[in-house]
């Protein structure tokens, strides 16, 4: 599914986010990387979804070199590669329906199709009374969730997922893991940057561990 | 959802949003359409008065002698080796007091004590249709004064020469009022779709980075810049009209108004004016499109 050889990225003029990493995520694959802030986990994050360029190496996504990809080949592209970012990136004057129903529209699904997936979604995070709440009206987690649900609304065969419970308490993030391990059992790619222990701790899957851009361990999966 | 749904509902979206700026812009625009179309309507309208004046053209050439018939056939040939004209006719002294004393009907007594020959013969010259401008009727003007026996050629020089200038002066203020409709559109309308672009760059950000193709999200900008081509020039031909009626109605009666029949632009003029319109807002769009959204 994801391929990364020798891939670095540096920042003008010369900080260097991520630095000769080489790596392989298998399709279905539910994948943690993890380490301190600034180590290069959303910078990695970014590489994959060609929101950042690389500096250097190759990188991979289905078989196809998504650095390089421009027009609507990466758009297409995009549509099939959920994320959920660090910064939410939530539209403040739409409500949190509108929010999540943005990456829907982009791949004409049809009306009907959008209102139940997004009713469904809002209720598997338990935020089916903030349908219609415009989304400056919502605490950080409860932004933080309507980001993943938009994330997840088109069942993309890869999901990205930075920090997916920073602000969330205990019950909430055992809901989301529960949601993500869901759509990883249905074949998603998950791949999750986190510096949370208590999701990755006792994970069967592997955990790819960052030190200032470079890979320092890997270590789990079969 | 197709494609045209979501980009409409889309251009919807922008109008709202930015509805003070599009509104000004269609202000702009139909201002502009009016002031255009008004001096273009007025323009053909006196093109349409001088191809009717051009009509009833005559020169009259004034003669120091009746000429005899051979003269008369010596002089339509010197006439005719200038240009071919559309008839010439030959009054005599006589003839030309008759046609004098009708024209004085009711005062024809006073010419009761004047000689029957006191007017000088002439010939009326009537030119071809082809014979339009002001240069070439003084040109022929200046040969038939120059016809051996010519006291003075008559045509209406002094009116002529006035409502050409008054033609040319019209032209002008069409191309300059074509100019201003050209740069106010234009620029109007790239000035919001750049105003629009910036209220929502943290949307046309989040729209690229889920899928969003590049036709999505420069399609609603097009069409935005296309109807306010479309609206603008529709409502500025519509006042234009409304106007028209108005002063139709409002100088009616005794004057130029009945003289000649003013007529409103014809239907190719009006879609061409809105077809124009409507690819100058869209070419406005466009390039605000290329400048600043970075896709």
């Known amino acids: 599914?994801?391929?990364?050889?020798?891939?670095?990225?540096?920042?003008?003029?010369?900080?260097?986010?991520?630095?000769?990493?080489?790596?392989?995520?298998?399709?279905?694959?539910?994948?943690?990387?993890?380490?301190?802030?600034?180590?290069?986990?959303?910078?990695?994050?970014?590489?994959?979804?060609?929101?950042?360029?690389?500096?250097n190496g190759l990188i991979e996504v289905a078989g196809q070199p998504i650095h390089t990809m421009k027009g609507s080949a990466l758009a297409l592209l995009r549509q099939k590669i959920g994320v959920a970012y660090q910064d939410f990136k939530l539209l403040d004057d739409r409500t949190t329906a509108e929010n999540i129903a943005i990456s829907m529209e982009v791949s004409y699904k049809?009306?009907?199709?959008?209102?139940?997936?997004?009713?469904?979604?809002?209720?598997?995070?338990?935020?089916?009374?903030?349908?219609?709440?415009f989304t400056d009206e919502?605490?950080?987690?409860?932004?933080?969730?309507?980001?993943?649900?938009?994330?997840?609304?088109?069942?993309?065969?890869?999901?990205?997922?930075?920090?997916?419970?920073?602000?969330?308490?205990?019950?909430?993030?055992?809901?989301?893991?529960?949601?993500?391990?869901?759509?990883?059992?249905?074949?998603?790619?998950?791949?999750?940057?986190?510096?949370?222990?208590?999701?990755?701790?006792?994970?069967?899957?592997?955990?790819?561990?960052?030190n200032k851009g470079r890979i320092h361990t890997i270590h789990g999966g079969e | 959802m197709n494609f045209w749904f979501t980009v409409l509902r889309q251009v919807g979206r922008n109008f709202r949003q930015t509805w003070a700026s599009q509104l000004m812009t269609l202000l702009t625009v139909t201002l502009s359409v009016l002031i255009f179309a008004?001096?273009?309507?007025?323009?053909?309208?006196?093109?349409?008065?001088?191809?009717?004046?051009?009509?009833?053209?005559?020169?009259?050439?004034y003669l120091e002698e009746e000429p005899g018939p051979e003269m008369q056939?010596?002089?339509?040939?010197?006439?005719?080796?200038?240009?071919?004209?559309?008839a010439i006719h030959?009054?005599?002294?006589?003839?030309?007091?008759?046609?004098?004393?009708?024209?004085?009907?009711?005062?024809?007594?006073?010419?009761?004590?004047?000689?029957?020959?006191?007017?000088?013969?002439?010939?009326?010259?009537?030119?071809?249709?082809?014979?339009?401008?002001?240069?070439?009727?003084?040109?022929?003007?200046?040969y038939l004064a120059k016809l051996p026996g010519t006291i003075k050629v008559q045509y209406g020089k002094d009116w002529i020469e006035r409502f050409y200038s008054f033609t040319n002066l019209l032209s002008i203020v069409v191309f300059l009022s074509g100019s201003l409709l050209i740069l106010t559109t234009v620029f109007m309308v790239a000035y919001t779709i750049r105003l629009t672009i910036i209220g929502r760059q943290a949307e046309l950000e989040l729209l690229k980075l889920v899928g969003a193709t590049n036709n999505?999200?420069?399609?609603?900008?097009?069409?935005?810049?296309?109807?306010?081509?479309?609206?603008?020039?529709?409502?500025?031909?519509?006042?234009?009209?409304?106007?028209?009626?108005?002063?139709?109605?409002?100088?009616?009666?005794?004057?130029?108004?009945?003289l000649y029949e003013f007529t409103f632009l014809p239907a190719h003029t009006f879609s061409a004016i809105v077809l124009f319109s409507i690819l100058l807002c869209t070419v406005g769009s466009f390039t605000s499109i290329q400048k600043h959204l970075r896709i």
């Open chain 2, 73 to 86: 056939q010596q002089l339509r040939r010197k006439i005719t080796s200038f240009d071919e004209v559309e």
């Open chain 1, 138 to 210: 919502l605490s950080r987690g409860e932004q933080q969730r309507v980001a993943l649900a938009r994330a997840l609304a088109n069942s993309p065969p890869l999901i990205l997922v930075d920090e997916p419970t920073g602000n969330l308490d205990a019950i909430t993030t055992e809901r989301v893991m529960k949601l993500l391990n869901n759509y990883n059992n249905f074949g998603a790619t998950v791949i999750i940057a986190t510096h949370d222990g208590s999701i990755y701790r006792n994970t069967p899957h592997r955990v790819m561990e960052l």
């Open chain 2, 216 to 258: 999505y999200i420069r399609t609603p900008f097009l069409l935005e810049g296309l109807a306010q081509g479309l609206l603008g020039s529709a409502l500025g031909l519509l006042a234009l009209y409304l106007l028209f009626d108005w002063i139709k109605g409002r100088f009616s009666g005794p004057g130029l108004f009945n």
């Open chain 2, 38 to 61: 008004f001096f273009y309507l007025v323009y053909t309208n006196m093109l349409t008065i001088g191809d009717k004046l051009g009509d009833d053209l005559r020169l009259i050439v």
């Open chain 1, 1 to 55: 599914m994801i391929e990364m050889i020798k891939v670095s990225k540096i920042y003008p003029p010369d900080v260097t986010a991520l630095s000769d990493v080489s790596l392989t995520i298998k399709r279905g694959e539910m994948f943690f990387v993890i380490g301190m802030s600034g180590a290069g986990k959303t910078t990695m994050l970014k590489l994959l979804c060609s929101m950042e360029t690389p500096t």
């Open chain 1, 110 to 133: 049809k009306p009907d199709i959008i209102r139940k997936r997004v009713i469904d979604l809002l209720e598997q995070l338990d935020l089916a009374d903030k349908h219609d709440t």
């Open chain 2, 90 to 142: 030959f009054i005599s002294k006589t003839e030309a007091y008759d046609r004098f004393s009708q024209q004085m009907s009711r005062n024809r007594d006073v010419l009761e004590d004047m000689p029957r020959d006191f007017l000088p013969a002439s010939i009326e010259v009537v030119p071809l249709k082809t014979l339009r401008g002001l240069k070439q009727i003084k040109l022929f003007s200046d």
